[in-house]
């Protein structure tokens, strides 16, 4: 008789001897400083990019919204689960993207699939960047459209394949990616989807500090962005013209078989968006900036990682920097490709410049970093 726990257990003894074992460890905190059992550390891990998880106002809309319309919205969206609120933050998110209609999903992750399941169809072709997220590559899986990979930011490659293509065409692009924290070029990437009348679907989950797309006449985009990060809460959304998004209503079934978004979620994001868009916005972003600076002058983002190979390499530093009481997480393959483990430190708008130093100083005792990669860290 088969026995799945001694299956199991093989599967993750097979895990272990190779590096890659996964294990979920409780950090208790509110912001940057926190306990892991037990001991105190300071948190490089979270995707909080303006500190707006923990945002007075954030928290207080989202206590207001179980108030007044209770803890889960009950039903699929188009049953009974649509919620003012809802509304509100669809149009508060279509107009911060330029676009006339937004739709939110229950993650960033089913955002993708949704789009890319919905409109990725049999007659399409689908074109993806080699580093883009699980969430595209799965959403890509899914679909019925075939799809053809390009090389990580490489616009000639992409080029050559839409010219060698017939028929409807999808580009799908992180805006910043998630392990690398480098861009795409957005204006030579949206010139390239007009010349071959390709849709644009840029999924912008990490674009903090942005870059943006600049307006640009004969493109067509939507725009994937997540409300998990920057917005400090939980789920995703798609921007575009109306009648695509009307479309992924009614097509997405990650958007129709599910339970709508929390009035919770959808109240904090909705106030962590507008801060977003206020003068405390600008503060935020300048202050994550100049934090940045500090670690890697000039880098594109808030993700900055430093490569170390060896999957052992990438967890023995983690270690190192955890019993220093800093908490950098090891990124091992699938996530990123073989051969490139890596510390993957996040900074925030909530990190104090003593942070930093105390991270600099904790990575310049590493065993292990090649000096290179610590030019700037
Ligand atoms: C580029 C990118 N897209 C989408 C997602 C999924 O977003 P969420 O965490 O809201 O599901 C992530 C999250 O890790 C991401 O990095």
Not at 162 to 179: A, D, H
Not at 263 to 284: F, K, V, W, Y
Request: glycine share 8%; proline share 4%; with cysteine.
């Amino acid at each position: 008789m088969n026995d799945w726990n001694t299956w199991a257990e093989r599967e993750l003894s097979g895990l272990r001897a190779i590096n890659r074992y996964r294990e979920l460890i409780a950090f208790d905190g509110d912001g940057p400083i926190g306990t892991v059992r037990g001991q105190r550390v300071l948190s490089f891990a979270s995707n909080d990019y303006l500190g707006l998880a923990c945002h007075p106002q954030v928290k207080l809309a989202a206590i207001s919204a179980i108030e007044r319309f209770g803890t889960g919205a009950t039903a699929s969206r188009l049953i009974v689960g649509t919620r003012s609120l809802h509304g509100e933050l669809e149009s508060q998110l279509a107009q911060w993207n330029l676009s006339e209609r937004a739709l939110v999903f229950s993650s960033g992750y089913l955002a993708n699939l949704g789009v890319l399941t919905a409109l990725g169809e049999q007659d399409v072709t689908l074109f993806s960047d080699e580093l883009n997220h699980a969430s595209i590559i799965d959403g890509c899986r899914l679909a019925k459209a075939r799809t053809l990979i390009y090389r990580h930011l490489d616009l000639q490659h992409l080029r050559e394949l839409l010219s060698q293509t017939s028929g409807r065409k999808i580009v799908v692009s992180e805006s910043v990616f998630s392990m690398d924290g480098d861009t795409a070029p957005l204006p030579a990437l949206a010139e390239l989807c007009c010349d071959h009348g390709a849709l644009l679907v840029l999924d912008e989950a990490h674009a903090a500090l942005g870059p943006k797309l600049a307006p640009t006449p004969g493109l067509q985009v939507l725009h994937v962005g997540t409300l998990s990060k920057t917005l400090g809460a939980l789920g995703g959304f798609v921007a575009g013209s109306s009648r695509l998004i009307e479309l992924l209503i009614n097509r997405a079934r990650n958007f129709i078989f599910t339970t709508g978004l929390s009035p919770a979620d959808t109240a904090a994001a909705l106030a962590a968006a507008r801060i977003c868009q206020s003068q405390e916005g600008d503060q935020l972003r300048a202050r994550l900036r100049s934090l940045i600076d500090m670690l890697r002058p000039g880098h594109a983002s808030a993700i900055v990682p430093i490569i170390l190979g060896e999957d052992a390499a990438a967890l023995a530093a983690s270690a190192q920097l955890r019993a220093a009481g800093i908490h950098v997480p090891a990124i091992r393959p699938p996530t990123v490709p073989k051969g490139t483990a890596r510390l993957r430190v996040a900074l925030s708008a909530s990190h104090t410049e003593a942070m930093l130093d105390s991270l600099r100083g904790a990575l310049a005792r590493l065993d292990s970093i090649p000096s290179h990669q610590l030019e700037h860290a």
